[in-house]
């Protein structure tokens, strides 16, 4: 730390040639320290001037090297995680959690604010059924919804267009046909995106609060910084991959234990709790079998706990016929807490939330992945107007003659 006077976040965010989301993006990724007092954030010079070196010489043309730094910052005007808490464009995602999801998406999307907004598969929606029906028996949601991305691309004449009209249109029938590609398994009980999955996944009938938490969870999670499988999208979108292309791109890195399924292994944990196994057991089994943190548990975005994770948690504590599964996470939570310090993060949340509604264990992963697209999408629009393959990056070899 130094004895200059300090920076206010303005001359640091103009010091840097970037705008103040940008400039709390950078904190919020740990790549600057910054103190807050009443009069504000405050930035130390030394450390501004050094972390502007270092950009000027990633944006050098010599071959980068990580030495355990983030290979690449990319700008986002999109998700903002600020002071422990997740912003859309500068709005609280708390906020928006309680909007359909259809509107904020295609807010998101298109940038208009619509109440009216619902959104409907495109005329490929037959074809995907039909594909996603001749897969093996032991496929889950996710390989449904996997295939039917393709076929519902092969369906429309307009899927090559990167116009942001045809790619947000494009996304709004992917979306929704990504979730009626699924077998019924309950009537719905509303006309939203999120009452038409809930009977997709859910063999119970949806109550109110139930739908609210759904609705709630489709929203948090549709954007996060640059997640792994938002990178992934964003490297095909750079290579100007169809809208489609893109969100096969972010399907493939999602389907990880570390990822997008991380629910899963959650789920699991969960069940055998609420069935009345020990905690203590259940924490020990699942961390041999994963070799690593407890599911659910844990963000390195978030030192002091997810939000997201704690708003679903709370909403779901208020849902009819979720005793049981509240008490098992509260269980679980509390040993948790005791032992390591670690939060309950947005799977654990997801994985209650699919226990509470008798969904399978990979219910989790599809609530992701069909909030997640809507927020592929919008960076693959973002990535549009950048330079085409400016995210290619430059091996370096390294094996010995």
Known sequence: MSDLPRLTAEQTAERLGVKL??????????????????????????????????????????????????????????????????????????????????????????????????????????????????????????????????????????RTSLEPEAVAGAAERLIAGMVEVLPEKSSSQGDGLAATLWSRLSPLPASPEALRTLNAALVLLLDHDLAVSTLAARAAASARATPYAVVVAGLGALDSPLHGNASRAAHRM???????????????????????PVPGFGQPLYPAGDPRGRILLGMLADTPGAGSVVAAVDALAALLRDRTGAAPNVDLALAALSLAGRMADDAGEVIFATARTAGWIVHALAEYREPPLRLRPVGRYTAQA
């Open 21 to 158: 989301a940008t400039l709390y993006a950078y904190v919020a990724r740990g790549l600057l320290t910054r103190e807050r007092t009443a009069a504000g954030s405050s930035f130390d010079p030394l450390e501004v001037e050094a972390f502007a070196a270092a950009r000027r010489r990633r944006a050098s043309p010599a071959p980068p090297r990580s030495d355990g730094r983030p290979l690449m910052v990319i700008e986002t005007d999109f998700a903002l995680i600020d002071d422990g808490e997740l912003y859309y464009r500068g709005r609280a995602a708390a906020e928006l959690a309680r909007e359909p999801f259809e509107v904020v998406a295609r807010w998101a999307l298109t940038g208009r604010w619509e109440a009216s907004a619902r959104f409907a598969p495109g005329p490929g929606l037959a074809a995907a059924r039909r594909v996603a029906a001749a897969l093996p028996a032991g496929a889950g949601d996710r390989d449904r919804q996997l295939v039917a991305v393709t076929a519902l691309a092969a369906a429309d004449p307009l």
């Open 270 to 292: 969960l069940a055998r709790i609420a069935a009345g196994e020990e905690p203590a057991r259940v924490v020990a089994d699942a961390v041999v079998d994963g070799r690593g």
